[in-house]
């Protein structure tokens, strides 16, 4: 297979794609100009060689928004050349002028980015700070056993009749969504401190 190939409507589709985590956090009063900007940097990522999806994350918080913004990209070249179009520029320090400051922003692919990232100030990092490799195997276990299970049960009689590999493959696909958010981020959270201790 190649690095990348084209999907049916021209996209480009990765057999490894790179996830952009950016995290903003907004005062309520501007919550309305903040999603504005955003969709108009969502239109301007569409554009772009190399983008595949994004997608926003809402964390409603006394005092503020949490946004999280997921984009994905064939590869980590197109997560970072984004950066120098000059609109995207701008609808950025739009965005920098609500916030206060840069977006915590995390570049990863696959598995990292099942684990929290710290907060504050601004930084990009080419992968976050991991859980020892037998902690993230006991983390998706806690996640994938029981959601496998409560799966079986809720929708296995509904496709019970057709053929066992494609009942397989609905399976993967549900159960991969949903370990993707909400699942393993909120377990993540759940057993940071376990996961992150020395």
């Known amino acids: 297979m190649t690095h990348q190939e084209k999907g049916r409507e021209g996209r480009c589709v990765a057999d490894n794609p790179v996830v ?29 060689h190399g983008f595949l999806s994004v997608d926003t994350v809402r964390y409603n918080q006394s ?20 950066r120098d179009n000059p609109r995207i520029k701008t609808v950025l320090r739009q965005i920098e002028d609500i916030t206060g400051g840069a977006a915590d922003m995390v570049v990863s692919s696959g598995f990292g980015l099942w684990f929290d990232h710290p907060q504050g100030g601004a930084s990009v990092r080419t992968e976050p700070n991991l859980p020892p490799f037998w902690k993230r195997v006991v983390l998706s276990v806690i996640g994938v056993f029981p959601m496998l299970i409560l799966l079986l049960e809720l929708i296995g009689p509904h496709i019970g009749s057709l053929p066992r590999l494609l009942q397989d493959f609905i399976l ?27």
């Not at 958010?181 to 401190?193: A, E, I, N, Q, Y």
Request: no cysteine; glycine share 0%.
């Open 172 to 198: 993967v696909v549900v159960l991969s969504a949903l370990l993707t958010w909400p699942v393993m981020p909120w377990l993540s959270r759940l057993l940071k401190p376990w996961l992150m201790a020395k």
């Open 20 to 48: 952009l985590a950016v995290t903003d956090y907004v005062p309520l009063a501007a919550q309305v100009r903040y999603e504005a900007l955003v969709d108009d940097l969502h239109q301007l990522f569409k554009a772009e």
């Open 63 to 82: 005092h503020q928004m949490e946004y999280t913004v997921l984009s994905r990209w064939v590869d980590e070249a197109a997560a970072k050349k984004w």
